[in-house]
């Protein structure tokens, strides 16, 4: 059964950087693609990054575009979200999810409901 977990979350200031990580378990993904996402209190759940299976491929929405990468490892099955240049917008529980196999990441948005498995999250908080 697959198991996602994710860490790197904290407290940071105003324009610093943090890197999220993503470790599965359970199952290789080294054929799927991988989704980022974000909730902050009161607000709906946004995509906020995704990767193809071959990494060739990632999907940023204005908001953190510039500011965010997404990078995988499949040896380590392990994806990852550098957060750089960091908004006080940013402040939100941060979670990644396995959509269905043959999902590729579209140019224009990706919905939660497209995505199967869900990590707990991690809480980032940005602080003046």
């Known amino acids: 059964q697959l198991q996602l977990v994710e860490s790197g979350g904290g407290l940071v200031q105003l324009g610093g950087s943090l890197r999220l990580s993503c470790a599965a378990s359970?199952?290789?993904?080294?054929?799927?693609?991988i989704g980022w996402f974000r909730q902050a209190p009161g607000k709906e759940r946004e995509g906020v990054s995704c990767?193809?299976?071959?990494?060739?491929?990632?999907y940023y929405p204005d908001s953190v575009k510039g500011r965010f990468t997404i990078s995988r490892d499949n040896a380590k099955n392990t994806v990852y979200l550098q957060m750089n240049s960091l908004k006080s917008e940013d402040t939100a529980v941060y979670s990644c999810?396995?959509?269905?196999?043959?999902?590729?990441?579209?140019?224009?948005?990706?919905?939660?409901?497209?995505?199967?498995?869900w990590g707990q999250g991690t809480q980032v908080t940005v602080s003046a």
């Open positions: 990767i193809a299976s071959t990494g060739d491929s990632t």
């Open positions: 999810a396995v959509p269905p196999l043959g999902y590729y990441c579209p140019e224009d948005s990706i919905s939660p409901v497209d995505f199967a498995s």
């Open positions: 359970g199952l290789s993904l080294d054929y799927y693609a």
